[in-house]
T-cell receptor, first 119, second 111 residues
């Protein structure tokens, strides 16, 4: 079990540049979530996918943010024209949610995060 | 989203029990009580969850008040590796929805 991985772990960029982060979930997990965490706060939900479908987006996710999960496996989060307020830890989590009650497993497993610093 | 209230910080001595409280007076009948924790420089990790009855697992115990308006996470013997931010989260019955985190409780463990 390799767990959830995120790449890169750290990213420093200049204001106005575009950045892209990648998340690789646990292989059999069908749900993938993105959260953002600023210093001293708990993580805030951004968006989630069920397989390749993006089912919910927070109003925190401005139109400069876009997330994809093209084949229902890994996901990318892109931020265009970065601003200093985008500086945060970006966390990815995955879970397995089944329609039947045979498996009642919905624990979200988090990756280590990508720390973004916008100068 | 239902709201929880937790103390900002708590301190414990190593190898002693720790009781982390959480108030959730607006909890609905179908909200589960979940606890996650976040160790320094890591993503959050699941600790335990329950609905009405007290729950035990290898990491902790969860004691839920009879009226469900409060709960307590119990670490039976705190170790230095338990120093983390502990989050109490209410989740509706429906599975697979997002987690709504508050600020959590910073637990410091003294040796």
């Amino acid at each position: 079990d390799t767990g959830v991985s995120q790449d890169p772990r750290h990213k420093i960029t200049k204001r106005g540049q575009n950045v892209t982060f990648r998340c690789d979930p646990i292989s059999e997990h069908n749900r993938l979530y993105w959260y953002r965490q600023t210093l001293g706060q708990g993580p805030e939900f951004l968006t989630y996918f069920q397989n390749e479908a993006q089912l919910e987006k927070s109003r925190l996710l401005s139109d400069r943010f876009s997330a994809e999960r093209p084949k229902g496996s890994f996901s990318t989060l892109e931020i265009q024209r970065t601003e200093q307020g985008d500086s945060a830890m970006y966390l990815c989590a995955s879970s397995l949610v089944l329609e039947s009650d045979r498996v009642r497993e919905d624990t979200q497993y988090f990756g280590p995060g990508t720390r973004l610093t916008v100068l | 989203d239902a709201k929880t209230t937790q103390p900002n910080s708590m301190e414990s001595n190593e190898e002693e029990p720790v009781h982390l409280p959480c108030n959730h007076s607006t909890i609905s009948g179908t909200d589960y009580i979940h606890w996650y924790r976040q160790l320094p420089s890591q993503g959050p990790e699941y600790v335990i969850h329950g609905l009405t009855s007290n729950v035990n697992n290898r990491m902790a115990s969860l004691a839920i008040a009879e009226d469900r308006k409060s709960s307590t996470l119990i670490l039976h013997r705190a170790t230095l590796r338990d120093a983390a931010v502990y989050y109490c989260i209410l989740r509706p019955l429906e599975y697979g929805n997002k987690l709504v985190f508050g600020a959590g409780t910073i637990l410091r463990v003294k040796s």
